[in-house]
Nanobody
Framework: QVQFVESGGGLVQPGGSLRLSCVGS????????MGWYRQAPGKQRELVAT???????TYADSVKGRFTISRDNAKNTVYLQMNSLKPEDTAVYYC?????????WGQGTQVTVSS
């Protein structure tokens, strides 16, 4: 069964950094387009960043210059490096994998930015 599992969330002070990871249990990970999304309490899930199989990237305006998405196909892993974190970045972060009509979500990892 294809699974994608996030890790790396936690509690961090404003201005701090975290790196999220999402590992896929799939042999063709390199063909998947990957994305990070987040959902804060009472809000809709929103796109944070994406990276294609060719490693083109996009970012939400709210995270540009602070977050970096990358992938290591040899490790079946996509990363989200988050710097200069703000309280408004607090949310559950999910990775999404897309390959053609196939779409898979991870279970999410909580990120809390608070002093």
């Amino acid at each position: 069964q294809v699974q994608f599992v996030e890790s790396g969330g936690g509690l961090v002070q404003p201005g701090g950094s975290l790196r999220l990871s999402c590992v896929g249990s799939v042999s063709i990970f390199r063909l998947y387009a990957m994305g990070w999304y987040r959902q804060a309490p009472g809000k809709q899930r929103e796109l944070v960043a994406t990276i294609t199989s060719g490693e083109s990237t996009t970012y939400a305006d709210s995270v540009k210059g602070r977050f970096t998405i990358s992938r290591d196909n040899a490790k079946n892993t996509v990363y989200l490096q988050m710097n200069s974190l703000k309280p408004e970045d607090t949310a559950v972060y999910y990775c999404k994998a897309t390959w053609g009509l196939v779409e898979r979500w991870g279970q999410g990892t909580q990120v809390t930015v608070s002093s």
